[in-house]
């Protein structure tokens, strides 16, 4: 039946900001950039090695999305990565802010937090 994730799709509410965020901070290849002139908002498709996929939307009046307390629905987007304190490093040289790595309890690996500009919760999981 299903094979796997094809994508996961973001509402942002700076398109440009969250453009430079996932598409040059964290290197995600663009596929395809559509301006949608009836909805005045973007598509933008960014490409992860694994060919999975990330749709990030722009959409104008879109309400914020609750965090905390979490809400109900989808808790976070989990990148793999095989060296987590070397993408962490990375990301704190570029300003932006991670929690501490931690250890999963269950699994035995190496995970920690980020946000997006948004503050929508990001997870590096090493692999």
């Excluded at 570029?94 to 503050?119: C, H, M, Q, W, Y």
């Amino acid at each position: 039946m299903l094979k796997a994730i094809h994508h996961v799709a973001i509402i942002c509410s700076n398109y440009t900001r969250s453009k430079a965020f996932y598409s040059q901070l964290l290197q995600l290849e663009i596929v395809c950039e559509t301006y949608r002139e009836d909805r005045d908002s973007y598509k933008l498709d960014l490409k992860l090695p694994d060919n999975s996929q990330i749709e990030l939307f722009s959409f104008n009046g879109a309400p914020q999305r609750p965090s905390y307390p979490e809400a109900q629905g989808l808790r976070h987007l989990a990148f793999a990565v095989d060296d987590i304190a070397a993408i962490v490093r990375y990301l704190e040289a570029n300003g932006v802010e991670v929690e501490p790595i931690r250890i999963d309890e269950l699994t035995d690996k190496a995970f920690t937090f980020f946000n997006d500009p948004d503050g929508l919760p990001l997870e590096l999981y090493q692999i």
